[in-house]
């Protein structure tokens, strides 16, 4: 069927779908679209009409696609009216009109030196809450300037770079407000855990979020105490107590090192002061 509705020979291409029902083969949307598309190529569109007409017969229900095809069909005959009689229809149906749908029918009513028509479309779409593209613009723009009215085009261009500056404008003011709530998180979490740094051996985490062992060091009023310190003082005092008394050079620095732990200990169980 594609084959023969690609190459305009819609009698041979109907002939096929014939011979499908007769063998008891139940037609789907794709081949009833074939149908529709074939006889708008053809220059056909009351039958591609009357084809979806038909599909109800067999249980199925046409979509946006072969509504829009029949309606390019009647925009292309120059037939404005079939073309929104089907779009009234497929809005009674409850199916959505897309952007492709609306594209056709400004096409049409451009073709149709009917630009004022093609221009309420665009606040059709709004209502429809189907967003313009560029080229949706520039196709009202054409319908005006075939007319010979190019005030009326360059108006449609630069109300539609107005919204879109509007728009634009929008989005950036909306940066700042974003920031602004970062800022406020960094701010609360430096309050709810203030001057507290990570702790040599400690598991850290960061809420809900993986644990590291980080290995670091915890400054507080000045002072920095680390394991590598406390070795270089303990091994100065006992060089010092050994050089200068040569009495039990070990027991002292068995003491002096027990003496470190301990403040150690004592000063990492402390919780930091404000």
């Not at 915890?218 to 394991?227: A, D, K, L």
Request: glycine share 6%.
């Amino acid at each position: 069927m594609d084959a023969w509705s690609s190459a305009g020979l819609m009698e041979k291409c109907q002939e096929v779908f014939n011979d499908m029902i007769k063998a008891d083969i139940e037609p789907d949307i794709h081949a009833f679209s074939i149908l529709a598309k074939g006889y708008v190529r053809a220059g056909e569109p009351g039958k591609a009409e009357s084809v979806m007409i038909s599909m109800g017969n067999y249980g199925v229900h046409p979509n946006v696609v072969i509504f829009t095809t029949i309606m390019s069909g009647w925009c292309t005959a120059g037939k404005m009216e079939h073309a929104w009689s089907i779009y009234e229809k497929m809005c009674e149906m409850g199916i959505a009109p897309n952007l492709k749908t609306f594209e056709t029918l400004i096409w049409g009513y451009g073709e149709a030196r009917q630009p004022w028509k093609a221009e309420d479309l665009l606040h059709i779409m709004e209502e429809k809450g189907v967003i313009p593209e560029k080229r949706t613009i520039q196709l009202v723009a054409e319908a005006w300037r075939v007319i010979g009215l190019m005030t009326e085009a360059m108006r449609v261009l630069n109300d539609s770079e107005e919204e879109r500056e509007v728009v634009q404008n929008n989005r950036r003011d909306k940066v700042p407000e974003q920031s602004l709530e970062m800022i406020n998180r960094k701010q609360n979490l430096s309050t709810s855990h203030p001057n507290v740094l990570p702790i040599p051996g400690v598991v850290v985490s960061d809420n809900g979020g993986s644990a590291a062992n980080i290995r670091g060091q915890m400054i507080s009023r000045g002072f920095q105490f680390s394991s590598d310190s406390m070795q270089n003082a303990t091994k100065t005092m006992c060089l010092a107590h050994t050089s200068a008394f040569r009495v039990q050079p070990l027991i002292i620095c068995r003491r002096q090192f027990q003496t470190q732990v301990g403040m150690c200990r004592q000063f990492v169980n402390t919780r930091p002061v404000l």
